[in-house]
């Protein structure tokens, strides 16, 4: 700002990237940006999804029930979830194609998806990179929360939701993810805070209580006055 209007010359500085501690607490203990993260993954898989005009009905019955086994839809949410959340998500596919999981999946030796799980990408740790482009991992170290052991999984094995866009250079800086949306609209988020709680501030101001004491003057006017008002107003704040 300047002397003459508050808000001209206004420009951007780049900030410290949000961390882990502070955009949890965002999810967990402030309502607007809970809805901001939450509210396009809830909308988008509400309702499920069609399949392929013309696939065979027997095949889609087969689809219907394997993705009700694996959980799809709730996966998928929580993958979306904890793309907006954290800056970037990856659903790890557990599959049957007689390879390890840190090998590049054989699509044509696939027997069975045995499960699916949504990761946050503070548990997926880039571990080697496609041609040494830090900005392009090819697998990752997936140390999950939860405490069961770590693994080293390719990322032709995963769905990967890499975050809100960005440069290579971020990428490369964020270990391969985009941005959390926090991140994004975090000065719309720290107005509305700082706004609302004016206003609470400004309403509780104008609530003044008043007491009447009789005989209030007589009483600081006497020998040891002082003493017992202030000994009454810390009996009336209690």
């Known amino acids: 700002g300047t002397s003459a209007h508050a808000i001209a010359s206004t420009s951007y500085q780049k900030r410290t990237p949000f961390g882990r501690v502070l955009l949890e607490a965002l999810f967990r203990q402030c309502g607007v940006a809970r809805k901001v993260i939450t509210r396009m993954p809830f909308d988008a898989t509400r309702e499920g999804w069609t399949r392929y005009d013309g696939i065979d009905e027997e095949l889609s019955r087969a689809l219907a029930k394997e993705e009700r086994r694996l959980r799809v839809g709730r996966v998928l949410t929580d993958a979306l979830v904890f793309e907006r959340?954290?800056?970037?998500?990856?659903?790890?596919?557990?599959?049957d194609d007689g390879l390890?999981?840190?090998?590049?999946?054989?699509?044509?030796?696939?027997?069975q998806v045995?499960?699916?799980?949504?990761?946050?990408?503070y548990e997926l740790w880039p571990h080697t990179f496609r041609n040494g482009n830090q900005a392009d991992p090819e697998t990752y170290q997936v140390t999950p929360d939860d405490g069961t052991p770590t693994t080293i999984v390719h990322a032709s094995r995963m769905l990967l939701f890499p975050g809100e866009a960005s440069s290579d250079q971020a990428l490369i800086e964020n270990c391969g993810w985009g941005d959390a949306v926090m991140e994004v609209v975090w000065e719309e988020i720290r107005n509305v805070g700082i706004s609302d709680a004016g206003v609470v501030e400004y309403l509780l101001q104008l609530s003044v209580p008043f007491l009447k004491v009789v005989g209030w003057w007589?009483?600081?006017a006497g020998k040891g006055g002082a003493t017992s008002a202030s000994t009454m107003l810390t009996e009336f704040r209690q």
């Open 100 to 111: 390890e999981p840190w090998e590049p999946l054989a699509r044509e030796r696939v027997r």
């Open 218 to 220: 007589k009483l600081i």
């Open 85 to 95: 959340e954290f800056g970037g998500s990856g659903i790890v596919m557990d599959i």
């Open 114 to 121: 045995r499960k699916l799980t949504a990761r946050h990408k």
